[in-house]
């Protein structure tokens, strides 16, 4: 059965932001294989809206490539966009879900195929307060922002993780992997 990753960055101070962070060349190559390991990616609305910054990379390539490569991986997995607002999306790899979050997750585990990959903070809660991630992907860049939305918001139940491993970056960022103990 496939698994269901959640990845996303935060700061010391634990706000969860992908406009925050200190996102450089080894973190870009991290998530670009992260991507590739994959073979759908789940977004809320304004994930999904802030990550279609990176089809600019596509249509002009920056003078580092591990953007470039990162915006093409980003462009060629499958995005799902769950939102009660947005009725289309314009980017190719990209559609509109058609079922609620639980549904949507529990199908596609059932299907054959690579992880299924959530970057996005709300589906993360509410996959959570459902029991479906398999693995966190934390990443904890060294600096404390201040203000922001916390990742760990609206739990509705204690929740246990055991390590799994962690990996850190030159610049100080660390990726923590949990599995959730499921109670």
């Keep these: 059965m ?3 990753i959640a990845a996303i960055n935060m700061t010391l101070d634990g706000v969860c932001d992908h406009t925050v962070g200190m996102p450089d060349v080894e973190i870009h190559y991290h998530y670009t294989e992260l991507l590739n390991q994959g073979d759908v990616i789940l977004y809320g609305k304004t994930t999904y809206q802030l990550m279609e910054f990176w089809r600019t990379i596509l249509e ?10 990162f915006a093409q991986a980003i462009h060629k997995i499958p995005k799902i966009v769950f939102s009660h607002t947005l ?6 790899t990209a559609s509109i879900a058609k079922r609620d979050l639980k549904e949507e997750v529990l199908t596609l ?9 959530v970057g996005c ?3 993360i809660i509410q996959l959570m307060n ?10 904890i860049y060294p600096m404390v922002e ?18 799994l491993k962690s990996k850190t970056f030159d610049l100080g960022a660390i990726i923590l992997y949990y599995e959730l103990i499921k109670q």
């Design 130 to 139: 459902l029991n479906l991630i398999d693995e966190f992907q934390i990443c």
């Design 121 to 123: 903070r709300s589906l």
């Design 60 to 69: 002009t390539p920056s003078e580092e490539k591990s953007m470039n490569d």
């Design 109 to 117: 585990k059932q299907q054959a195929g690579k992880n299924i990959l």
């Design 146 to 163: 201040g203000k922001g939305l916390a990742l760990f918001d609206k739990i509705n139940d204690r929740k246990i993780f055991k390590l």
């Design 2 to 4: 496939r698994k269901i």
């Design 87 to 92: 009725t289309n999306v314009d980017w190719e």
